[in-house]
């Protein structure tokens, strides 16, 4: 792995405009084109190139489709995950998935960044090359958390184990464990209790 690569995995300012990026995020957005012209019952097709796309996956792996991933490989997913319509993952920095996740339509994990300041963010010409210097933060979801819809979770956040975060919430800040999650900017509304258990419940 080339040390600007290394760089953007880490957070430091970066360029995407390497030879090595490039490579990766072509191969990544081929085998996104390829499993979104697929149908839900081409099970083995699909399979097959979540196998390529991801770092790492554990079993019961489902995306209905369509997604997008940047690099795809930077991303970690554990067992019985779901994502719903339109995943968006941008994997500049790690994007570690727990067990048992649920994600509802139109979810964004968002790791990269941009300088605020315009003179260190617009494109540039050097070396022959148009470029741009980024930095990013990982992403984490914990275990057994749901994240409705339109939910858009941003760099350097982790998600608690258990919480549920709730339909178009911009996620800008860490959240404890079994929490309620709201608005925007998302903000811990509680803590999930026992209160919450449905009853007449089957299991």
Known sequence: MEENTRKMLAGKPYTPATDEIHRISRQSHRLCHDFNQLY?????????????????HGQNVYFQGPI???????TTIG????????LT????CPVTIGNNVMLGPNVSLLTPQHPLLSEQR????????????EYGAPITIEDN???????????????GAGSVVGAGA?????????????GVPARVVRTLTEADRLTDWPY
């Not at 800008?172 to 309620?180: F, I």
Request: glycine share 10%.
């Open 122 to 133: 617009n494109v540039r010409e050097w070396q022959g090359k148009m470029l741009d210097y």
């Open 68 to 74: 997008y991933f940047d690099y795809g490989q930077f």
């Open 145 to 159: 958390c749901w994240l409705g819809g339109n939910v858009t979770v941003l760099g350097g956040v982790t998600i």
């Open 89 to 92: 993952v941008l994997d500049t």
């Open 170 to 182: 911009v996620v800008t800040k860490s959240v404890p464990p079994n929490s309620l999650v709201l």
């Open 79 to 86: 067992d019985y995950f779901y994502a719903n319509t339109n």
């Open 40 to 56: 839900d019952t081409d099970r083995e097709q699909r399979n097959a190139i979540v196998d390529q796309l991801l770092g790492k």
